[in-house]
C-alpha cells in the first residue's frame, strides 16, 4: 500500500499542519514506508491472543468527586493573544 | 396514475445528559453552572502541556446506574478514545470519548404511543465524553468569544437505534429518558442551562421500501416543544424535496426556534474524519460485578414501577399515576403528603389541583414550596376528620401559602371550624325558613323534580350566613327533614 499525495495533503488539512509542496513526495515515501510497517505486523497471526487497549496492562485509578481546582484565568489568560471580559477572543468561526 | 407516495419517517435521537457530578470528568474543576467565563477552566481542561487526565469515580458510577436502569450489558473493561476534530471550543483538538467498548450497550426503554400502546425503543449505547467549551458569537464585534468553563463536563451520550416514527414517539421517549436521569439523580434533567440536550437522526422513505432515506441531523435542540417541531419541519422538508425531484443531502442542519425551521449548518463539504484511536493517557476503566452489585443496590424505585403501585395499590387512575411520577420530586413531595393522612385521592387531587396551580402562576418548583408536603398533609387530614370542608379548605391552602402558618393554627385564628354542632345548624334553618317564606310555600307546592332547585338555593343561603362553615352534608338533611315534617 502506498500514500499519495492527496492523502498527505488530506492528512496535512485534518492536523492543521502547513507543510511546503516540495516536501510532498518526501512524505508519501516516509507514510508508506509507515503503513508498511503496519502491515507487516498484521501479517502476523494473533487468533489466540486478546486485544489490548493500553501498552501498560493494567486498569485506571480512578479520582473521587471533589473539586481541587482554583480560579487561574488570570496566570493562563497571559499566555493568549486576546482575551476581552475573561473570554478568549478568536476570529469568527460562524458564517 | 400511480398513487401519491405514503411517507414514513425514521427518527433516532442522541441525547446529552450532563452527569451530576460536582467535578470535571477528568480534572478537579468545578462543574457549577452560571460562573464567570473560564474561572472554572484549569490545565487540564485547557490542554495544557504535560497534565493528564484522571477519571472521575461518581461519572462511572452513574453511566453503570443509567446502563442498570435500561437492562442494559456493562462490559468488564471500558475504554476510551480521542474524537479528533478542530474547534475553538475544544481546547486539545480532540474529545475524549468512547468509541469501541463504549460503557453502556444494548438497552431498552419502554414508551405509550398512539392509543395508549406500547412500543419497545432500543438503546444501542451510552458512552461517556467530556463537553466542549462554548462559543459566544454575538457579543464581540467580529470575533467569537470562547468560555471553556463547560470544557471537561461530564456527558453521557444515549444513543438510540432509529426506531421512532413520528415526532411524538420522539418526544415521549426523550421525556421517558429525562424522567429516568432524574429519579436515578444522575442528571438534573435542566434543559435551559443545557444539562440535558438532543439532537436528532431524521429520515423519510417510502413506506414499502426496505432501505432507509438519506438522514440528516439537527442540532441545537433544547425543549420538547422545539424538538417536536423541529422534527415536524424537517420531514415536511425532506418530503417536499423528494416528491419536487431533489434528493436530501446528508448534512446536519441547526433548528431555528424563531423562524420554526432549519438550515444547513456546514456549507462547506467537509466530511467528518474524527480519527477515533484509544486514548493513549488513560487505562481502560475495570467494571467488576461487585460493584455493579453495588450500584445496583442504589437503585431507587423507578417511574414505571412506581405508576404501577399507584394504581394497584393506591387505586390511583392512570391519569394520576402519570402525572404523580413523571417528575420525581412530585412522586416525592405525594408520598410525604400521604403520609400524614393515607388518602392518596385526596392527595393527588390537591397536589395537582391547587398546589400545582399556585406553582405554576408563581414558576416555583415543588421542592420550594411555600406550602410544604407535610403541612398539605396535615391540612387534608382536617378535611377528613371534618374541621373544615373542602370548600374552606380552599382558603386555609391560600394563607398557608401566603406563609400565614400552618393549618391548624390558620384555622384557629381565622376562626373557620366547621360547623357540625347540630342545634347550632337547626338554629341556622329555622332563620332561613323563616327570611323565606315564599320560597319555602314554592318548594312545598312543586312538583317533586323541581324540589332540588328550592334545596340548592336554601343550601346556599345556609352556607351563606354559616360564612360557609356549616357541614353542607348535615345542613342538608337537617332542612329536608324540616321542609317535609
Request: hydrophobic fraction near 35%.
Amino acid at each position: 500500500m502506498s500514500i499519495d499525495k492527496s492523502e498527505v495533503e488530506k492528512i496535512a488539512w485534518l492536523t492543521r499542519l502547513a507543510i511546503d509542496k516540495e516536501d510532498i513526495a518526501n512524505y508519501c515515501n516516509e507514510l508508506t514506508d509507515i503503513v508498511n510497517l503496519m502491515e507487516q505486523m498484521n501479517s502476523v497471526d494473533t487468533t489466540d491472543i486478546a486485544p489490548l487497549a493500553h501498552p501498560i496492562n493494567l486498569f485506571s485509578r480512578l479520582r473521587i468527586d471533589k473539586v481541587t481546582e482554583t480560579d487561574q484565568r488570570e496566570n493562563f489568560q497571559e499566555n493568549t493573544v486576546e482575551t476581552k471580559d475573561g473570554y478568549y477572543l478568536v476570529p469568527k468561526v460562524i458564517d | 396514475m400511480n398513487k401519491p407516495t405514503e411517507w414514513e419517517t425514521v427518527i433516532g435521537l442522541e441525547i446529552h445528559a450532563q452527569l451530576a457530578t460536582k467535578s470535571k470528568i477528568f480534572s478537579g474543576a468545578s462543574t457549577i453552572y452560571g460562573a464567570k467565563p473560564n474561572t472554572q477552566a484549569c490545565a487540564v481542561d485547557l490542554g495544557l502541556p504535560g497534565v493528564l487526565p484522571v477519571i472521575n469515580e461518581q461519572a462511572i458510577l452513574m453511566a453503570i446506574k443509567f446502563g442498570l436502569a435500561i437492562g442494559a450489558e456493562i462490559p468488564e473493561r471500558s475504554v476510551f478514545a480521542r474524537k479528533n476534530y478542530f474547534y475553538p471550543d475544544l481546547p486539545k483538538g480532540y474529545q475524549i470519548s468512547q468509541f469501541e467498548l463504549p460503557i453502556v450497550s444494548n438497552g431498552l426503554i419502554e414508551i405509550v404511543i398512539e392509543n395508549k400502546k406500547k412500543k419497545i425503543i432500543k438503546i444501542t449505547r451510552a458512552h461517556l465524553e467530556e463537553d466542549a467549551g462554548k462559543s459566544n458569537h454575538d457579543q464581540f464585534n467580529g470575533c467569537t468569544g470562547i468560555d471553556l468553563n463547560r470544557a471537561g463536563n461530564p456527558l453521557l451520550e444515549i444513543v438510540s437505534e432509529p426506531d421512532m416514527n413520528n415526532a411524538k414517539e420522539a418526544i415521549s421517549y426523550l421525556k421517558k429518558i429525562h424522567s429516568l436521569v432524574r429519579y436515578l439523580e444522575i442528571c438534573d434533567g435542566n434543559m435551559q442551562e443545557g444539562s440535558f440536550r438532543c439532537d436528532a437522526n431524521v429520515s423519510v422513505k417510502p413506506t414499502q421500501q426496505k432501505e432507509l432515506g438519506t438522514r440528516t441531523e439537527i442540532k441545537n435542540l433544547n425543549s420538547f416543544k422545539f424538538i417536536e417541531a423541529a422534527i415536524n419541519h424537517e420531514v415536511e422538508r425532506q418530503i417536499n424535496l423528494i416528491e419536487s425531484g431533489k434528493i436530501v443531502t446528508q448534512e446536519t442542519r441547526l433548528y431555528d426556534a424563531n423562524k420554526n425551521e432549519t438550515r444547513s449548518m456546514r456549507s462547506k463539504e467537509e466530511a467528518n474524519d474524527y480519527r477515533y484511536f484509544p486514548d493513549p493517557d488513560l487505562l481502560p476503566v475495570l467494571i467488576t460485578e461487585e460493584i455493579k452489585k453495588i450500584v445496583r443496590e442504589l437503585i431507587p424505585e423507578l417511574p414505571d414501577a412506581k405508576r404501577m403501585r399507584y394504581q394497584n395499590e393506591l387505586g390511583l387512575s392512570e391519569y394520576d399515576s402519570d402525572n404523580l411520577t413523571a417528575n420525581p420530586d412530585i412522586a416525592n413531595y405525594f408520598e410525604t403528603t400521604m403520609v400524614a393522612n393515607g388518602d392518596a385521592k385526596m392527595c393527588a387531587n390537591w397536589i395537582m389541583g391547587d398546589l400545582s396551580a399556585s406553582l405554576n402562576k408563581e414558576n416555583i418548583n415543588i421542592k420550594n414550596s411555600p406550602v410544604t408536603a407535610k403541612m398539605l398533609g396535615d391540612m387534608i387530614n382536617l378535611i377528613k376528620d371534618k374541621t373544615i370542608s373542602g370548600k374552606i379548605a380552599k382558603i386555609v391552602f391560600e394563607a398557608m401559602w401566603n406563609k400565614e402558618g400552618e393549618a391548624i393554627s390558620i384555622i384557629e385564628n381565622k376562626d373557620l371550624k366547621q360547623v357540625t354542632d347540630l342545634s347550632e345548624i337547626e338554629n341556622l334553618i329555622d332563620v332561613i325558613i323563616a327570611e323565606n317564606t315564599i320560597q319555602v310555600k314554592q318548594y312545598k307546592n312543586c312538583p317533586a323534580d323541581k324540589k332540588q332547585k328550592f334545596i340548592s338555593f336554601f343550601i346556599g343561603q345556609i352556607m351563606k350566613k354559616s360564612k360557609g362553615k356549616a357541614n353542607p352534608i348535615q345542613a342538608n338533611e337537617l332542612l329536608k327533614e324540616k321542609l317535609n315534617g
